[in-house]
């Protein structure tokens, strides 16, 4: 930020379409940056899941747990995906000339695309964790209520789920017109 704001005497842009500066393009620059710590917690969020797995198999870890270390990995590869996103935008905006406008719908529509993908893994787990609620409250090891939570959360990311749908259903026709 410091050397941009020395070669052009203004703030940092951060815009998809902003200009290089000074030969530099330093919007890449810190979103290279960004990707780089992106992986890295995507790396460690994995690294966690699976040393969870290997807990769970030897009986050490809940059911819970395991999904709690999945939907770290979902977020992490959510984060990922969204900055590799916005550096493929900025090379295609640098070697194609695109129009903000354009930049932003197709921004949005992928955002939007990797949002469904986490929501559809994020609906999954919550299935996932009302078959062992259900499970556990046929044994009588939980109450009615934490079942009804568990069904009350799976409800929320199916209509969740849907909603995002829709939006991207729409976003995605409305580029095409």
């Not at 000074?22 to 960004?34: A, C, I």
């Not at 797995?53 to 819970?64: F, V």
Request: proline share 2%.
């Amino acid at each position: 930020d410091l050397a941009e704001v020395r070669s052009s005497t203004a703030a940092p842009r951060n815009e998809l379409w902003a200009p290089n500066v000074s030969g530099r393009d330093f919007v890449k620059e810190r979103l290279q940056l960004e990707a780089s710590l992106a992986q890295e917690r995507n790396y460690a969020a994995e690294r966690n899941l699976m040393e969870v797995e290997r807990r769970q198999k030897l009986g050490l870890e809940s059911t819970g747990t395991l999904l709690d270390a999945q939907q770290r990995v979902a977020d992490a590869q959510r984060d990922l995906g969204i900055v590799a996103v916005e550096l493929m935008l900025r090379d295609k905006q640098r070697a194609e000339g695109l129009e903000p406008e354009a930049i932003t719908r197709e921004r949005q529509r992928r955002q939007m695309e990797i949002e469904v993908r986490r929501a559809t893994q994020l609906l999954s787990m919550s299935r996932t964790r009302l078959a062992t609620a259900d499970k556990a409250f046929k044994l009588g090891s939980i109450t009615e209520l934490d079942l009804k939570r568990a069904q009350l959360e799976t409800l929320e990311r199916e209509t969740m789920l849907r909603r995002m749908q829709v939006e991207l259903e729409v976003t995605t026709t409305q580029e095409g017109s």
